[in-house]
């Protein structure tokens, strides 16, 4: 086909005729029509009017079409030239008459034309997104949060951030520089006056995170990296538009949530939540804390709450979109603006666990369920029914999650604000009715039958026999709670160290990580300490060294760990140092490791933890590191019980 038309009209009749014969005129005529098309009339349907310039409203949108058809292909076929042909008579005015129709510069033309009107503009705190249909374009501009399609107008709106302006910019749309410019400087000045000082730099970065995706955002750092304090930091930042907040965990991790609100942000006024308590009349707190069961179980009341941000801390307890425990958190959280997940779990090692999340954050990008798990998690049926447990296309959707509603930072990327050894509690609620009644039976023997803790040196091995029971009751209620931690910890594709007292606690472990644990107790030859070593050492498949306090806390290189986790806890600082270091050593991988503490709360665990540390201090004085004597312990905690 020619670029140029031959014959240039100058009468009604002859234009007419050119339209119906030549097809490179009509051609030209349509597009010459377009490239003086705007996009509402293109767009609107239902006039009648014939416009000034351009297609009329009922016209515009299959002409259109076929002008954009033609400018991609370079080609129309019969069906649409005798579209056109039918059509074009009607606008034979000023519009067509002498026109020189070249199609080279219209196309170029048409291509500036796109640009212009690829236009952002903000309405009623809205981003109003007008561009001529693209096909391309369109698949962007719903990757965009809280967007939005007006139907009647024909545009897009989405919310005003950081984030949404970046990427219109990148698309080539013309945006209104000072919002973004605004938005930006905002983020700059968040106020986090009101956190203690003690914010990593990336942790800072991660709470500017949030605030740039507008309040919806994933946080998936590694354990150990502050998820926690981020969350609770965007809160305070934004206090007016992000309180009151609801804070949903584990119920294991309800005391844990509890003691960082009140370390990170003292004053803030706080609820838990507890199966039947009776919930607070009248007012929200600023942050209420309850567990996944309780949302199911009290929806309508909570909903009744109109909380502003929801954060869902081990976001995977959603991941079965079929669970009632789901339903309820997705009908809460449609009710709340603020949605934060947070997770230490990779999303490609078993992305279908994670959709509910991503739907919630980003549900104009992860809307369809089946689309997800065909695209990523392998979807398959396997006789039946359908089988979702596979990871494929992991490096796209690492992408497409980082790239739209997730920051994840791991221990190597951010080594240099890291400490060398972190110590760190975690409370676990939960004591059983035997426990409670054992110390309470302790308490009283002890009260009348010792009397004081000099008297009680007569009676040590008869002491410690008694309060070692408790220990072992203590860990015997968290230990559901415990190994659910562990393997949490060992999902995110981890080696940990988890050090115990007692043989029974020790063989309940390797009962429960059976296959993928190896363990050192005062059992074990020099050839079976050794073969756990290198087991742990060099075997991908083997996750978790279990060990014996005593046993295997010294002497052992255990650097492909970079975290310990103590169930049970021994008598003297020492003791815990020395199992500490067996990962923090020379050809540590890591350069920052660290110690994880799984105390049960209320428990005479708590009470030793105190003065194990408190014994810790005052060994970190005095040059030789001499150890404290676990008689000089057994009498401090003696003292405290009676």
């Known amino acids: 086909m020619a670029d140029k038309a031959t014959i240039t009209a100058t009468s009604y009749e002859q234009a007419s005729r050119e ?34 310039i351009g297609f009329n409203g009922n016209d515009g949108g299959i002409l259109s079409s076929i002008a954009d058809f033609y400018i991609n292909r370079e080609f129309l076929t019969s069906k649409q030239l005798a579209v056109i042909k039918k059509t074009l008579p009607k606008y034979i005015t000023n519009q067509i008459l002498g026109i020189p129709i070249e199609l080279k510069s219209i196309k170029q033309m048409q291509e500036n034309k796109s640009q212009q009107q690829n236009r952002v503009v903000i309405d009623n705190d809205l981003l109003v997104i007008r561009f001529a249909y693209n096909a391309d374009l369109v698949g962007k501009v719903k990757t965009l949060s809280g967007r939005r399609w007006n139907a009647f107008d024909k545009y897009w709106t989405a919310t005003i951030t950081v984030d949404n302006l970046q990427r219109l910019q990148e698309w080539g749309f013309d945006i209104p520089t000072d919002a973004l410019a605004e ?63 609801l804070i949903v965990v584990p119920a294991s991790l309800k005391l844990n949530w509890k003691r960082e609100v009140e370390k990170w942000i003292p004053g803030t006024s706080l609820e838990i939540l507890e199966g039947r308590k009776p919930c607070y009349s009248g007012y929200a707190p600023d942050i209420t804390i309850c567990n996944y069961d309780i949302v199911m179980s009290r929806l309508d009341e909570l909903i009744s709450k109109k909380f502003k941000t929801i954060i869902l801390d081990e976001a995977h307890y959603i991941k079965n979109t079929k669970a009632q425990r789901t339903k309820a958190i997705r009908a809460l959280a449609k009710k709340i603006d603020n949605r934060i997940p947070l997770t230490g779990t990779p999303i490609v090692n078993r992305p279908i666990e994670f959709f509910n999340a991503l739907n919630l954050v980003a549900p104009e990008i992860f809307k369809s369920f089946w689309t997800y798990a065909k695209t990523y998690c392998g979807a398959r ?55 409670k009644r054992a110390e309470a039976n302790v308490l009283a023997w002890i009260k009348d039958t010792i009397g004081s803790a000099e008297a009680a040196k007569a009676k040590r091995a008869e002491v410690l026999v008694s309060i070692e029971k408790l220990k072992q009751l203590a860990v015997k209620s968290k230990f559901k709670e415990t190994v659910n931690w562990i393997r949490d910890y060992i999902e995110s594709d981890q080696k940990l160290v988890v050090f115990a007292t007692h043989k029974e606690i020790i063989d309940s472990l390797m009962k429960e990580f059976d296959g993928i644990a190896v363990k050192i107790d005062g059992g074990c030859s020099s050839a079976q300490r050794d073969d756990a070593v290198q087991r742990f050492q060099n075997d991908d498949s083997i996750k978790l060294f279990i ?59 708590e009470k030793i933890a105190a003065l194990i540390d408190e014994k810790r201090k005052v060994l970190d004085q005095v040059l030789d590191g001499r150890d404290t004597e676990d008689s000089n312990l057994l009498t401090e905690l003696l003292n405290q019980m009676i």
Request: proline share 2%; with cysteine.
């Open 183 to 245: 938005k930006e400087q905002e983020i700059a000045d968040m106020d986090f006056s009101a956190l203690p000082t003690g914010l990593r730099q990336f942790q800072v970065e991660g709470i500017r995170y949030i605030q740039a995706k507008g309040g919806r955002a994933i946080i998936g750092d590694e354990m150990g990296l502050g998820k926690t304090v981020q969350a609770l930091g965007w809160l305070i930042a934004n206090r007016e538009t992000a309180l009151p907040a």
């Open 547 to 605: 060990g014996n306090i005593k046993a295997a806390g010294v002497g052992l290189t255990l650097t492909a760990a970079s975290a310990t986790c103590f169930l049970e806890l021994g008598w003297t600082p020492g003791d815990h140092d020395q199992a500490e270091d067996r990962v923090h050593r020379i050809g540590q991988k890591s350069d920052s490791i660290h110690a994880y503490y799984l105390i049960a709360a209320d428990s005479i665990e």
């Open 19 to 52: 339209i119906q014969s030549n097809n490179n005129y009509a051609i030209g005529c349509l597009l010459h029509l377009y490239n003086h098309q705007t996009m509402d009339e293109q767009m609107r349907k239902g006039t009648v009017h014939q416009n000034n």
């Open 381 to 435: 049926h396997n006789g039946y029914g359908w089988d979702f447990t596979g990871a494929t296309n992991t490096e796209e959707l690492h992408n497409l999650v980082t790239s739209t509603c997730m920051i994840r930072r791991r221990k190597e990327d951010v080594l240099k604000e890291l400490p060398a050894k972190q110590r760190i509690v975690v409370p676990i609620n939960g004591l059983s009715k035997e426990y």
